[in-house]
């Protein structure tokens, strides 16, 4: 895929929102060719951010919202089925206490780092409260209400809630780009700014 078709759908995606718009609409409303405009919607609807409601009629999906909302990067590459076998998930605190947060759905840091650790870690509870605040930056988890402790004067400790589950790879921050990749998506997410 060419630069000049990832940089169509980008602008696709962002120009959406919550209309349901003809090719001939965001064509005029871009500056694109029809053929332009069908080919970004044909990469936005294989990476599941447009639906196409009516002949000729696109929309964003949730996903999709979600993708506009936080300013994903759209980038080239392939997005099909690799020739050789894909790589078994790693055994890391971080993808074990990923897979937690899937089942446990609502769960304080506590909790997942007591089902993550394996006994060989230096600071479970640490390495996952990073981690947490790295997926509320993007979006992917929500800080609810505290639930009480048990000691006396304890503040008692942040619930959160898994938001949005992209799949079974533990997504991975990089403090370089300011973002967190999804393996799910092969994307980055950056920081949410509002």
């Avoid at 840091?109 to 509870?125: F, S």
């Avoid at 990073?130 to 304890?154: C, I, K, N, W």
Wanted: aromatic content about 6%; glycine content about 8%.
């Amino acid at each position: 895929m060419n630069e000049q078709a990832v940089t169509n759908q980008t602008r696709l995606l962002r120009h959406l929102g919550w209309a349901c718009l003809t090719v001939g609409e965001i064509a005029s409303q871009l500056g694109l060719s029809h053929r332009q405009v069908s080919a970004a919607a044909a990469g936005l609807i294989e990476r599941g951010y447009v639906e196409r409601l009516e002949r000729g009629c696109f929309q964003l999906t949730e996903s999709g919202r979600f993708a506009a909302r936080n300013d994903v990067r759209i980038v080239s590459g392939p997005r099909g089925p690799h020739s050789s076998p894909r790589a078994g998930l790693r055994d890391t605190l971080r993808q074990r206490a990923w897979a937690a947060m899937r089942i446990q759905r609502r769960f304080t840091i506590r909790e997942i780092a007591m089902i993550a650790a394996q006994g060989c870690e230096r600071d479970p509870v640490d390495n996952v409260t990073r981690y947490v605040q790295a997926l509320v930056r993007v979006g992917y988890l929500r800080p609810l209400s505290r639930v009480p402790g048990s000691a006396p004067g304890s503040n008692g400790f942040r619930l959160y809630q898994l938001v949005h589950d992209t799949g079974p790879r533990a997504p991975a921050w990089s403090a370089k780009r300011n973002a967190l990749h999804d393996y799910n998506l092969g994307e980055d997410v950056p920081c949410n700014t509002a």
